[in-house]
């Protein structure tokens, strides 16, 4: 990359300065949102004091305990993920690969099973065995990729099992997206509750429009926060993919050269999302408004309900395929520099490319976040119930049946609450680690990097390297120009 090419990405700079000023004003008036709601509105205090009154005296008492044990859990959550990710470093492959196969043979099995061996009716087979059999259709046609994904997703694994300081960032957004929310929802609150007495005489469209401009402001800190946290965990991942020492100090530093173009991705993508809960609010809203005139007329209040419903679902599927079109724009940003718009159309074009390969990675972190689900409510819930249950409920003199049986179902909850936490987290930086991975070596394979250092293991570097080459030969070499440049020709880092 040249310093003209650099010099256009530093441009956007000055936008990072803007956006620091948005998030500390929006965060003094959240706080200050919620002195007015909590200090100076008493009736709200007491509205919530009185709905949760003993459970509410009862943190008052315990506070210090109810700390100590949810970081006690939290640590041990964290423990569990990291042997759940050292696990699947090995077996990630088997378990891929295990899942969807044998999920399609199931289906197929299960089909021809009430075809054949039971007196079911002849349709419940055929709506069994049908869809069984496309499924395995596409599987088979697309099984060297599922294997090729399934080893590129053990191999993620791998790399956050080397980098485990890849949690940080994400732990680090954890915290502010919980600061986030709680003085963005006290903003939304007390900004409603206070509009129409500040814009009494202005339209009501002004209102919605300065509402639309407040969420936009706090879910905009949020993506862009998540983006950051992201983006140090894609330079850690390249260095780790490039044979490098990786750390989150050089990672800061790279990551400050592009720091505009992540936060007008950010502003991009938080755009369409805060659209998306605006109309949700209002069909809701709508909903509401009209089944009062159509109380009497349920086929019309039916119909609004369908209506709403659609189109709140194509917005939906509209924001899901923006997202698969920028699954590569961060990832881009970050590792060639390129800036926001040409990151976009860039990623658009591989993204298309590659759809198989990310229905896969995404279909990989599933099967890790039900895995992890599985083993956090077996040590967590289960757990907590029979502690709650059998010892702690006589500890605090709880003798009655019923009340037993709910406290313990909440120890359980709380148990399986700040357990499972840890183990969402450590999703997120094995999905980035597969969706950088996924770049360098599949996504963009005839980018000058066919001699770029790995450090996977050899086994996996053995068994990848057939499929891989099998694999390459179904994408179209001719297509694989960079958006708006020509195909750099020297390796890269």
């Not at 054949?116 to 002849?122: A, D, L, Q, R």
């Not at 000058?448 to 068994?463: F, L, P, Q, V």
């Amino acid at each position: 990359m040249t310093n003209t090419e650099e010099a256009k990405v530093r441009d956007f700079g000055l936008i990072f300065y803007v956006w620091f000023l948005v998030v500390t004003a929006a965060y003094a008036f959240g706080f200050y949102a919620i002195y007015q709601l909590l200090v100076q509105n008493t009736d709200l205090t007491s509205w919530v004091t009185g709905k949760i009154g003993v459970g509410y005296s009862f943190v008052q008492d315990y506070i210090w305990w109810i700390v100590l044990v949810a970081a006690v859990l939290f640590v041990i959550g964290i423990l569990i993920a990291y042997l759940e990710v050292w696990l699947m470093s090995y077996i990630g492959t088997e378990l891929v690969t295990g899942v969807i196969f044998g999920v399609t043979a199931l289906l197929i099995g299960a089909g021809i099973y009430v075809l054949v061996g039971t007196n079911m009716e002849f349709w419940i087979g055929l709506t069994i065995l049908i869809p069984g059999a496309l499924i395995g259709i596409i599987v088979l046609l697309l099984s060297r990729r599922i294997i090729l994904g399934a080893k590129l997703f053990e191999m993620s694994n791998e790399a956050v099992n080397e980098h485990k300081e890849t949690l940080f960032p994400v732990l680090i957004f954890a915290v502010i997206s919980i600061i986030t929310t709680v003085t963005g929802v006290a903003t939304a609150i007390y900004a409603g509750s206070n509009l129409d007495i500040v814009l009494e005489h202005t339209s009501r469209w002004v209102a919605y429009l300065v509402f639309f401009l407040i969420i936009f402001a706090y879910v905009t800190i949020h993506h862009t926060m998540l983006y950051f946290s992201d983006a140090i965990n894609i330079c850690i991942f390249k260095r780790w993919n490039n044979y490098k020492d990786a750390s989150i100090k050089y990672a800061l530093k790279e990551i400050w050269k592009v720091k505009g173009s992540i936060i007008l991705f950010g502003m991009f993508m938080a755009f369409f999302d805060t659209l998306i809960k605006i109309i949700q609010y209002f069909a809701a809203k709508k909903i509401k408004e009209t089944s009062m005139f159509f109380k009497f007329w349920k086929i019309a209040k039916k119909a609004l309900y369908i209506i709403f419903f659609i189109i709140i679902i194509v917005v939906k599927f509209l924001y899901a395929i923006l997202k698969f079109l920028n699954y590569y724009t961060l990832t881009i940003i970050v590792v060639e520099k390129q800036g926001f718009l040409r990151s976009m159309g860039r990623s658009s074009n591989l993204a298309v490319e590659s759809a198989a390969d990310i229905i896969i990675g995404k279909t990989g972190v599933s099967i890790a976040k039900g895995l992890f689900t599985m083993m956090t409510f077996g040590v967590f819930a289960v757990g907590g119930y029979f502690l709650g249950y059998y010892w702690l409920a006589g500890q605090f003199g709880i003798t009655d049946p019923t009340s037993v049986l709910i406290f313990s179902l909440a120890i359980a909850a709380t148990c399986f609450f700040f357990g499972y936490l840890p183990t969402t987290a450590i999703l997120r930086p094995i999905s980035t680690a597969y969706k950088t991975i996924l770049f360098f070596y599949i996504a963009d394979p005839f980018r000058g990097h066919a001699d770029r250092k790995t450090r996977i293991s050899g086994d996996i570097e053995e068994s990848i390297s057939k499929v891989k080459e099998r694999v390459i030969e179904t994408y179209n070499k001719e297509d694989r120009a960079t958006y708006g440049e020509k195909p750099e020709s020297t390796p890269s880092e």
